[in-house]
């Protein structure tokens, strides 16, 4: 699983300190920025170039006079004016949510050539360049509140990022190369000034004035553009002419630069069926209801119902999103099917939680469907983990638990009799315990459930049931007791009624036992019955027998008294 630790620190506070974080870029000042040239187009006046470029257009007569421009009004068309960044009304964006790896190239900073890991907090402007990695996300926070989403394995260079002091226009610029971004602008309307917001990319410019909206460059090359909220306008490089994109539609312009045409998005997947809490610390699976026309499915988790802080971002093939596991917490899951043409259709978004730890133990006894006996039956599994302290067991006669027959509350060894239940079948599961860093206890979730049996073990023999039968050889010792057909039998003989070591333990197939190699003496015996169930009784109580040595006669027969019996060896 992955984790992202980071520590932020303002960036006054770090300067204030004399620290130097090449990672972290403040804001340029003009010295450090460079300087604009514009190349003048046919139209243009000065004071045009004053409106677009300075921070105060009224100095367009100083900029004349930088550039030694004689006719304000009728600029040669080719040539270049040249705009001090000091004139410049230049912007910050701060990397308000950093998940993974990106990386930041600022030609404003010592050793910009070079890429260096971004870290949230950084405050970046005009010229500065993103690389997001795989399964990394970032999200840029502008001065108006706007803010930009930058998807994985995306691409992106800020290249204009600039505000008019005077009449409080702002424009930005993002030109994204690879990837995507999902944009949440700020209306112009609302903060009562303008406001010019653009993406561009190789093959089209998205622009706005107040919208939710996301742009993507495929691998392919073309340039797909999705509206939420509000109006875009999409100009392809091969088109004259803009088209304006409003809610709910979206637009693709192909990697010639040909603007196709304007479709609906496709209508929002549902989440229902799905757990009201996600238990497996392995893998987060959602499943979505599928969408008619969808090739793809775009899911996203994040900590946030606005998607600024996105953990997990990917599109599959089918209705079924799977993702590793993280870690637990709420969460927001916002899901889009994607057409044909790769256009993101309608989001739907919905808080979820996760809760998979502590993970719950394995299943050691009995095996799945097992039978195990109600006198000695019992349920075991691992114990370990970390931080885990106990474990739960619950036995119930469905899967769905609504009414547990068993529960052993918090115990500390992973197992429980099952002594109070009836023959019949059965689930069971298991959930660990750890102690949580106030003290309470904090279960985790419970395994699946497992399918048992339980069955009435056979009856232990009495002492009374083992009956001795009589010698007919020497040192000879007869046992024998009542059985049912298909049983057998453990006999064990000890010297001592604790059994704390027995001489011997030996299978019957038949409810009798003869020895004839034991020494004179005394002995103790038990039987423990054998079921054609697998089930087993607990061991007989043990009965005392003596082994006497018998007289033979000279041709090894053993010699009897008048009544028959076997003549003994005195001791």
């Known amino acids: 699983m992955f984790v992202n630790l980071h520590v932020t620190l303002p960036v006054s506070l770090l300067i204030a300190l004399g620290v130097l974080l090449p990672c972290v870029a403040s804001a340029a000042s003009a010295d450090q920025l460079p300087d604009i040239q514009h190349r003048v187009q046919p ?5 045009d170039v004053a409106k677009r470029y300075l921070k105060d257009p009224q100095q367009w007569r ?4 930088l550039n030694q421009v004689r006719y304000p009004t009728r600029l040669p068309v080719g040539s270049t ?9 230049y912007q910050n964006a701060v990397a308000e949510y950093v998940q993974g790896d990106a990386q930041l190239r600022s030609p404003h900073m010592a050793g910009g050539a070079n890429w260096q890991r971004l870290i949230q907090g950084a405050v970046l402007t005009e010229g500065d360049e993103l690389k997001v990695a795989p399964g990394s996300f970032v999200t840029l926070k502008f001065a108006d509140g706007s803010s930009v989403r930058i998807n994985e394995k995306s691409e992106l260079k800020l290249s204009e990022m600039r505000k008019n002091q005077r009449t409080q226009e702002q424009q930005s610029v993002v030109d994204l190369h690879k990837g995507g971004i999902e944009s949440q602008v700020t209306p112009a309307i609302e903060q009562r000034r303008k406001r010019k917001f653009e993406i561009k990319t190789p093959m089209a410019t998205t622009s706005v004035r107040g919208t939710v909206f996301s742009v993507s460059v495929s691998d392919s090359g073309e340039a797909v553009t999705a509206v ?3 109006v875009v306008v999409v100009a392809g490089s091969a088109a004259a002419r803009e088209t304006s994109v409003t809610a709910g539609r979206g637009i693709a312009v192909q990697n010639n630069g040909r603007v196709g045409s304007i479709v609906d998005q496709l209508a929002a997947p549902s989440l229902q069926g799905n757990p009201p809490v996600f238990e497996d610390a392995d893998f987060l699976t959602i499943q979505l209801s599928p969408v008619e026309q969808a090739r793809q499915y775009q899911v996203k988790l994040a900590h946030d119902a606005d998607m600024r802080q996105v953990v997990r971002s990917q599109r599959f ?7 590793p596991g993280v870690e637990d917490g709420n969460y927001y899951v916002a899901v889009r099917a994607v057409d044909s043409q790769q256009i993101p259709g309608r989001p739907h978004v919905e808080a979820i939680k996760v809760k998979a730890t502590p993970v719950p133990p394995l299943y050691s006894n009995p095996a799945p469907g097992g039978l195990i006996g109600i006198s000695d039956g019992t349920l075991t599994c691992t ?7 106990g474990y739960r067991i619950q036995v119930a006669a469905s899967t769905d638990f609504t009414q547990p027959l068993a529960d052993s509350g918090v115990v500390t060894e992973c197992q429980t009799t099952i002594g109070k239940l009836a023959a019949g079948n059965y689930y069971w599961r298991a959930a660990s315990v750890r102690k949580a860093a106030d003290g309470s206890l904090d279960q985790g979730p419970f395994s699946k459930p497992q399918a048992f049996k339980a069955g009435t073990n056979p009856a232990s023999l009495s002492a009374d049931a083992l009956s001795p039968g009589e010698m007919d050889m020497p040192n000879q010792l007869q046992l024998f007791w009542t059985g049912e057909p298909g049983q057998k039998y453990n006999l064990q003989l000890a010297r001592n009624e604790q059994f704390d070591a027995p001489l011997s333990t030996v299978q019957l197939d038949q409810p009798r036992w003869v020895s004839d190699e034991l020494a004179p003496g005394d002995y103790f015996v038990r039987i423990q019955v054998l079921d054609p169930s697998g089930l087993q009784s607990r061991y007989s109580a043990a009965r005392k027998l003596t082994v006497e040595s018998a007289i033979t006669t000279g041709y090894g027969s053993m010699l009897k008294s008048d009544d028959g019996r076997p003549v003994q060896s005195p001791r």
Do not use: M, S
């Open 383 to 389: 114990e370990g983990g970390k931080g885990v302290i």
């Open 43 to 47: 139209g243009d006046t000065l004071e």
């Open 317 to 323: 093939n089918t209705p079924l999103a799977k993702f």
């Open 81 to 89: 004016i040249v705009i001090p960044a000091r004139l410049v009304g």
């Open 62 to 65: 100083a900029l004349g006079e």
């Open 228 to 230: 939420d909220h509000g």
